[in-house]
């Protein structure tokens, strides 16, 4: 059974900066592609961000590009994603969710949000103006 825990959420106000974290377990992970995504209240689920499984390849969604960096820890049975995100802006105001993806060793990231088998329960993010 994989588990994805996020945590680092919170109210922050416009220009600071957040730490998310997310803690994977229960499948060999580190085999995987992770992936960020967001959810503002009345809109979709939209890409953020995601690395692969060796760290060789990222992506970014363009609202954030510049202000965001994912990196990702592969250690045994536990793998942690971070995605630290400055200059934050009200419209990054969203749930945000950890995710891991689907197929082994893929070299690509993926940004579609089907291709990720795994989800966390979110974390807020609330930047104030």
């Known amino acids: 059974q994989v588990q994805l825990v996020e945590s680092g959420g919170g109210l922050v106000q416009a220009g600071g900066s957040l730490r998310l974290s997310c803690a994977g377990s229960g499948r060999t992970l580190n085999r995987y592609a992770m992936g960020w995504f967001r959810q503002a209240p009345g809109k979709e689920r939209e890409f953020v961000a995601a690395i692969n499984w060796s760290g060789g390849d990222i992506a970014y969604a363009d609202s954030v590009k510049g202000r965001c960096t994912i990196a990702r820890v592969n250690a045994g049975n536990t793998n942690t994603v971070t995605l630290q995100m400055n200059s934050l802006k009200p419209e990054d105001t969203a749930v945000y969710y950890c995710?891991?993806?689907?197929?082994?060793?893929?070299?690509?990231?993926?940004?579609?949000?089907?291709?990720?088998?795994?989800w966390g329960q979110g974390t807020q993010v609330t930047v104030s103006s």
């Open positions: 995710a891991a993806e689907g197929i082994e060793f893929r070299s690509v990231v993926v940004t579609n949000a089907a291709a990720y088998d795994y």
